[in-house]
Nanobody, 115 residues
Framework: QVQLVESGGGLVQPGGSLRLSCAAS????????MGWYRQAPGKQRELVAA???????NYADSVKGRFTISRDNAKSTVNLQMNSLKPEDTAVYYC?????????WGQGTQVTVSS
């Protein structure tokens, strides 16, 4: 099994920046991709960004050019640098890890973009 713990959420003004971090523990050797999802009130959970163990990345169109995902395989961490934040980025952000036995989720961290 894999355990994920997120950190770094909070309240930020529009145009500001936040950095989310996710630390994985347990059977981290089995992780082949990690990513960030978000869920706003009344909306479905959606992919924000993902990165494979080889470093290939994928971003939602709405965050391209503003968010950057990075991964440290040695430390089993994944980070999401979020710049130029907009009110519509407000959501609970969840870390995800994909393994051959299925996906694992963190508990989520709240990001609120508001003046």
């Amino acid at each position: 099994q894999v355990q994920l713990v997120e950190s770094g959420g909070g309240l930020v003004q529009p145009g500001g920046s936040l950095r989310l971090s996710c630390a994985a523990s347990g059977s981290t050797f089995s992780i082949y991709a990690m990513g960030w999802y978000r869920q706003a009130p009344g909306k479905q959970r959606e992919l924000v960004a993902a990165i494979t163990s080889g470093g290939s990345t994928n971003y939602a169109d709405s965050v391209k050019g503003r968010f950057t995902i990075s991964r440290d395989n040695a430390k089993s961490t994944v980070n999401l640098q979020m710049n130029s934040l907009k009110p519509e980025d407000t959501a609970v952000y969840y870390c995800n890890a994909d393994t051959p036995l299925g996906g694992y989720w963190g508990q989520g961290t709240q990001v609120t973009v508001s003046s």
